[in-house]
């Protein structure tokens, strides 16, 4: 059975993992921090993102064949920039 991880474990390994420059962490280096399955680590990525609590952009890493190609990764939105609070929510309504 896959073990599960929190949205707070994840955060608090992508905020852990973060290398100051602004790149974030792609799905591989998270997966290789926490021990998790790419799998489990992507789905949690996920999640974490529908509620704006992540920014995804595109990075270069190296591929097997050593070409650079553009990779998901992740850094933590800022509190401002997370999901839309109660009062916004009701005025779109």
């Known amino acids: 059975m896959a ?8 955060l608090a390994a992508l905020a852990a993992a973060f290398d100051g420059d602004g790149d974030g962490q792609t799905v591989a ?10 799998r489990i680590v992507r789905d949690a990525l ?19 064949d050593g070409r650079m190609m ?14 839309p609070s109660a009062a916004s929510r009701r005025r779109r309504s």
């Open 3 to 10: 073990t599960p991880i929190t949205e707070t474990d994840l």
């Open 29 to 38: 280096d998270l997966s290789a921090s926490t021990g998790l399955s790419q």
């Open 46 to 64: 996920r999640a974490a993102q529908r509620q704006g609590r992540l920014r995804v952009h595109r990075v270069r890493r190296p591929a097997l």
């Open 70 to 83: 553009l990779v998901p990764a992740y850094t933590i939105a800022p509190a401002s920039a997370s999901a």
